[in-house]
């Protein structure tokens, strides 16, 4: 019994916790100056979808027509990233670009859907992700000083420290035909190999020679990704670009340098602008259609199964706070939808409750009177209707999250999440608690403790089975 007790209160314990870890990460973000750093619990705040902060929606038409079916794939991840690099140089902190596949009335057409939390200036929007990107092809500045070394990330990406070093050239995205990657025959190692055309030949070779020891920076949309060392003048048009490369890092890299102008032409077919003040009204009215509902379903579990109720009520508690800080930490973005599959998902867990509890009073007026053996019987029997009812619905998540738009897709996830974490609440944290009581048997007190609605628990006998159907 003790170790259950001490696992009770660290699930306790671990609830409490979760929402203090929730409440004083939400209040210190919110006290947050504005472009100040977020530092500790500031750095987890709820991330809000377009519908709850207010910010522009755009829908873009991508001409695949052209496009190899076999190509398809990395050429809208390509135009996904040159938007996403454009977006965050627009200054957003939490943009969505995302790549919505075909199935569309006319063949040969995908679709980029671009979500700007917080930028209302939709003109100005559209025309930075409308811009046709640069790259462009530096040499060291003799005048910056001592030349420091930059260094390439993981990611392909130098720190923005490094761009001073660095003045323009005349070689320019325009003249670069293409950027494969490549593998080294004796090492394997994976390079990415440049081609350019004639003119952008010539002005590399001019380049290459005239800076033979130094650095020459690759950069794109103004930020450099590539800082190689020039080791001979390079002629026939052809450069190589190698290092800690991983396949994937290497791919990563032709694709931005294969982005210098977008992979497919984009057409804007779609805008929408939903102002600050919406977004936060549907956020607190879904605020408080989740409390309202809360405590509705606490009262509700209460009057009717009065001290199981009761235990439900801290299971659900403890169910939300593990929740919320899933929102936090993952972190879920929160759109009205999710928020509307969060709520239900608090109904499938009080439904899982009132399985078992009405399992547990059907075992103790068959004339149980060792509770804890009513409840491990109520369980048992309860737990196949969980189960089944459960897969059901994360089935119907999965689902709506593999063939649904991004707005269903929110509501899928959130329901996905909490359909998973109600299970865990219902089966174990309630069963844990109700164990930790120590009930032995049953008595006047225990019987209207455990029974429900107008009726108590008590033992069906062939006297009352007429009045106790």
């Not at 750095?43 to 809000?48: D, E």
């Not at 440049?194 to 033979?212: D, P, R, W, Y």
């Not at 103004?222 to 003048?233: F, K, W």
């Not at 259609?289 to 009717?304: E, H, Q, R």
Request: aromatic fraction near 8%; proline fraction near 4%.
């Amino acid at each position: 019994m003790w170790k259950t007790r001490i696992t009770a209160l660290i699930i306790l314990l671990l609830g409490i916790g979760l929402g203090i870890f929730v409440y004083k990460s939400e209040i210190r973000h919110r006290n947050l100056a504005p472009n100040a750093t977020a530092t500790g619990l500031a750095k987890y705040p709820f991330k809000l979808g377009l519908d709850l902060s207010g910010g522009t929606h755009l829908v873009y038409k991508a001409d695949v027509s052209q496009i190899d079916s076999t190509k398809l794939k990395d050429s809208m991840d390509a135009l996904r990233d040159v938007i996403e690099r454009r977006v965050n140089v627009f200054g957003v902190s939490e943009p969505i670009v995302q790549v919505q596949n075909g199935g569309f009335s006319n063949a040969g057409e995908e679709r980029l859907i671009v979500d700007l939390p917080g930028v209302t200036d939709v003109a100005k929007a559209i025309e930075m992700i409308g811009q046709t990107p640069t790259l462009d092809f530096r040499t060291e500045n003799p005048d910056y000083g001592k030349t420091q070394d930059a260094t390439v990330g993981k990611d392909g990406k130098v720190n923005l420290d490094v761009a001073p070093q660095f003045i323009m050239t005349d070689l320019t995205g325009r003249y670069l035909d293409k950027a494969t990657l490549e593998f080294n025959q004796t090492t394997g190692e994976p390079t990415v190999s440049l081609q350019f055309n004639a003119e952008g030949s010539l002005l590399f070779e001019k380049i290459t020679k005239e800076n033979v020891g130094k650095k020459v920076a690759i950069f794109l949309d103004g930020q450099p990704i590539s800082v190689p060392t020039v080791n001979e003048a390079i002629s026939g048009g052809k450069a190589q670009i190698s290092g800690n490369f991983t396949p994937t890092e290497a791919k990563l890299l032709v694709g931005r340098l294969n982005s210098g102008a977008l992979p497919v032409p984009i057409s804007l077919i779609s805008t929408q602008t939903i102002g600050p003040s919406l977004g936060a009204q549907a956020t607190t009215a879904g605020v408080k259609a989740a409390l309202i509902g809360f405590l509705a379903i606490a009262l509700f579990l209460i009057i009717w199964y009065r001290l199981p109720g009761m235990i439900a009520v801290i299971a659900l508690s403890i169910y939300a706070v593990i929740m919320l800080s899933i929102f936090k930490l993952v972190p879920v973005t929160l759109t009205a939808a999710g928020i509307a599959g969060f709520i239900i998902s608090i109904g499938i867990a009080v439904d899982a409750n009132v399985l078992i509890f009405e399992r547990i009073k059907e075992e103790l007026r068959k004339g149980e009177d060792n509770i804890p053996d009513s409840i491990h019987h109520g369980f048992k029997r309860a737990w196949l209707s969980v189960r089944d009812s459960n897969i059901s619905s994360i089935i119907t998540a999965i689902i709506l999250f593999w063939f649904g738009t991004s707005l269903i897709k929110g509501f899928a996830l959130v329901f996905l999440i909490g359909v998973l974490v109600s299970m865990i609440s219902a089966i174990s944290i309630t069963r844990i608690f109700l164990y930790t009581l120590n009930i032995k048997k049953k008595n006047k007190l225990t019987s209207f403790l455990f029974g429900s609605g107008f009726s108590s628990a008590k033992t069906i006998t062939p006297a009352n089975v007429g009045v106790q159907k």
